[in-house]
């Protein structure tokens, strides 16, 4: 029962119901400067302000850092993404 | 007063239409994303879904798949209903 009715086509979903679909899911959050973190999102609110946990920061694609736990602050956010993806670079 | 003139279209209203639909974003700098639009708030925060992004670097063009994304508003420069993809 875990993320049904996600994909009707029919239905919209605001950036309001994004944020609260993702908390506790494995999520790839990338900033203006273009590094790339990796995580399971802990929380977040409306500014995306971002806590994030098993953190790997990425940058041109390869893994730089890794954190147990980091707060990104919601002005540098570019995008947050679900991590269900099928490319598998910085492996 | 103007309300229900049919020819005055709200920006707002433009892009409410094209929920459902493929949309091209244009951003500041030089990156572009298309994909589907889910939907968008009153910053124009955007979900999308089934998203291509496009980092147009001096090594030439870097292609990102994306399952959903919620975009933030502050970078978007152009919104272009239908989502040609900027290679022709």
Redesign the interface.
């Known amino acids: 029962m875990s993320g049904a009715g996600?994909k009707g086509?029919?239905t919209?979903?605001?950036?309001?119901?994004?944020?609260k679909s993702i908390r506790g899911r494995p999520v790839?959050v990338k900033l203006?400067s273009?590094v790339d973190y990796r995580g399971i999102l802990a929380c977040l609110d409306g500014y995306?302000n971002i806590a994030m946990e098993q953190t790997e920061e990425y940058v041109n694609g390869q893994l730089k850092n890794k954190y147990g736990d980091a707060f990104i602050r919601g002005?540098n956010?570019?995008?947050?993404?679900?991590?269900?993806?099928?490319?598998g670079e910085g492996a | 007063m103007s309300s229900n003139n049919p020819s005055q279209l709200l920006p707002s209203e433009l892009i409410d239409r094209c929920i459902g639909s493929k949309i091209w974003v244009i951003m500041k700098g030089d990156k572009e994303l298309v994909g589907t639009l889910r939907g968008f708030d009153v910053y124009v925060n955007m979900v999308l879904e089934d998203v291509t992004e496009y980092e147009i670097t001096s090594e030439g063009r870097r292609i990102t798949k994306l399952d959903q994304i919620l975009l933030n508003g502050n970078n978007i420069a152009i919104l272009v209903p239908g989502g040609s993809p900027p290679d022709e």
Do not use: C, H
């Open positions: 996600e086509p029919a919209t979903k605001t950036p309001a119901d994004f944020l790839v203006n273009g995306m002005n956010v570019l995008y947050i993404s679900t991590s269900k993806r099928t490319l």
